[in-house]
């Protein structure tokens, strides 16, 4: 079936403008999560969805970074003023279950430059 | 807090030959599951192995094993009969049962296989 989607796969902003990204998870999955991961790093936690609710957000640098999941389904991340620092893969990943021991799958992952 | 150290940057393995990447990790949390991933220079995060706290046996899938060894906090990754496509970066992640849903992961072992 189908695995994770994300989209843009790559986008270019100038500082200060405002980006969306979007994750399609698998059909069916309950949790979603998104994480940043900068150059030569490996992923850092940003927020989790269960469902369409956000339970953690703690990984969010700050008030300018924004996630939803309205139905449950589809989510995105926005960003909003864009500064150099937020240039980095952002990566979406959605497991079945809420449990510790659920496998998150990931999607492709959006790489933002921001100039 | 939950922490994953790999000390390998880098390993240069030749094909065919058995290659363990090494992963310790820390937390106190006596349930928790371990994770490994490969990022190809495509980008895409790739499940390959899981573990949990509990288990009593060393998890396999196919090429793949995981030697845990719980006393040590160590859950080292080993590839038999590498393959030229099993060159790309290999992350160990942990992802504790209570509290937070997140992925931990450590920095990351970047495997190349020679013909």
């Known amino acids: 079936g189908a695995g994770v989607s994300q989209s843009p796969r790559y986008k270019v902003a100038k500082r200060g403008q405002d980006v969306a990204l979007r994750c399609d998870p698998i059909s069916g999955h309950v949790s979603l999560f998104w994480y940043q991961q900068a150059l030569g790093q490996g992923p850092e936690f940003l927020t989790y969805f269960q469902n369409e609710a956000q339970l953690d957000k703690s990984g969010l640098p700050s008030d300018r970074f924004f996630a939803e999941r309205p139905e449950g389904s589809v989510s995105t991340l926005k960003i909003q003023r864009t500064q150099q620092e937020d240039s980095a893969v952002y990566l979406c990943?959605?497991?079945?279950?809420?449990?510790?021991?659920?496998?998150?799958?990931f999607g492709p992952g959006t790489r933002l430059t921001v100039l | 807090a939950q922490k994953i150290t790999q000390t390998q940057p880098g390993m240069f393995v030749q094909e065919k030959e058995a290659v363990t990447l090494d992963c310790t990790y820390d937390?106190?949390?006596?349930?928790?599951?371990l994770f490994w991933y490969k990022q190809p220079s495509s980008g895409e995060m790739i499940f390959l192995i899981y573990?949990?706290?509990?288990?009593?046996q060393n998890a396999t899938e196919g090429r793949y094993s995981l030697n845990f060894q719980k006393a040590r906090k160590s859950a080292n990754l080993v590839i038999s009969a590498s393959q030229l496509g099993d060159s790309a970066m290999y992350f160990c992640?942990?992802?504790?049962?209570?509290?937070?849903?997140?992925?931990?992961f450590g920095q990351g072992t970047r495997l190349t296989i020679n013909p």
């Open positions: 573990q949990g706290s509990y288990d009593q």
């Open positions: 992640a942990m992802r504790e049962a209570s509290g937070a849903q997140k992925l931990v």
């Open positions: 990943a959605s497991s079945l279950g809420s449990s510790g021991t659920d496998t998150q799958y």
């Open positions: 937390t106190s949390d006596p349930s928790y599951g």
